[in-house]
């Protein structure tokens, strides 16, 4: 499956601040929200000019990447955790850029 730019651009931007452990100054990513979220800020702070009536950029790729989940065999609603509730905890911890599962799917998909 060949994976969209902006997808491809969200990983590598994804993986260089996590990998500089969050502590770059980055209005796209939050260190207590999972990949869908912060997909979802840095397409409406990055790509907000390519919104129009035909084309919703959060959307489409917010769908290809839950889809690359499920190809994957992952649950696309937490698939870097083991259940809802270990994701939230994660979350209310701020530590979810440090899922070792998370960052190595990010790695593997830039």
């Given at each position: 499956?060949?994976?969209?730019?902006?997808l491809q651009d969200f990983y590598?931007?994804?993986y260089e601040w996590a990998s500089d452990n969050a502590e770059c100054k980055n209005p796209y990513f939050f260190r207590s929200m999972g990949l869908c979220t912060n997909l979802v800020r840095f397409i409406n702070?990055?790509?907000?000019h390519l919104y129009?009536?035909?084309f919703d950029p959060e959307i489409s790729i917010l769908k290809e990447m839950?889809?690359?989940f499920i190809l994957a065999g992952h649950n696309p609603n937490h698939p870097f955790n083991s259940s809802h509730m270990e994701y939230m905890?994660?979350?209310e911890k701020g530590v979810c850029h440090l899922n070792q599962v998370r960052l190595k799917?990010?790695?593997n998909h830039i």
């Open positions: 499956m060949v994976q969209s730019t902006i590598k931007s994804y702070l990055k790509y907000s129009c009536s035909d839950q889809n690359q905890t994660e979350s799917w990010v790695k």
